[in-house]
C-alpha cells in the first residue's frame, strides 16, 4: 500500500498563488489537480474535504468548468481561504 500523503486547502492556495504570480503555468496548475484529484495515496484533511475536492475538480477540469483564467483561479483560491 503506498504512503499516504497529507493535502490542505492551505497547500492549494500556495499552488494556485504560485500560478497567479506566473510561476506555475495554468496547465501545469490543471496537470498537477488532475493528479492530486485522481491519486488514492492523497489523504485530505476531513474538514478541507469537500472545499478541496470541490477546488481539485475546478482546476482538473476546464473542459467542462471553463478555462481557468486569472479571475476563476482567483475565485477558487477565495473558496479556501474562506474555509479557512
Same mark, same amino acid.
Given at each position: 500500500?503506498?504512503? @499516504? ?9 500556495? +499552488?494556485?498563488? #504560485?500560478?497567479?504570480?506566473?510561476? +506555475?503555468?495554468? @496547465? ?8 492530486? @484529484? ?5 489523504? =485530505?484533511? @476531513?474538514?478541507? #474535504?469537500?472545499? =478541496?475536492?470541490?477546488? +481539485?475538480?475546478? +482546476?482538473? &477540469? ?6 481557468? &483564467?486569472? !479571475? !476563476?483561479?482567483?475565485?477558487? #483560491?477565495?473558496?479556501?481561504? &474562506?474555509?479557512?
Amino acid at each position: 500500500m503506498p504512503e @499516504e500523503i497529507g493535502l490542505s486547502g492551505a497547500a492549494l492556495i500556495q +499552488l494556485i498563488d #504560485r500560478c497567479l504570480i506566473g510561476d +506555475l503555468s495554468v @496547465e501545469q496548475i490543471v496537470g498537477i489537480a488532475n493528479l492530486l @484529484e485522481v491519486n488514492e495515496a492523497i489523504n =485530505v484533511d @476531513e474538514a478541507d #474535504r469537500l472545499v =478541496v475536492a470541490e477546488a +481539485l475538480f475546478q +482546476l482538473a &477540469t476546464p473542459e467542462i468548468n471553463g478555462q481557468i &483564467t486569472q !479571475r !476563476r483561479a482567483q475565485d477558487i #483560491r477565495a473558496i479556501l481561504v &474562506t474555509k479557512e
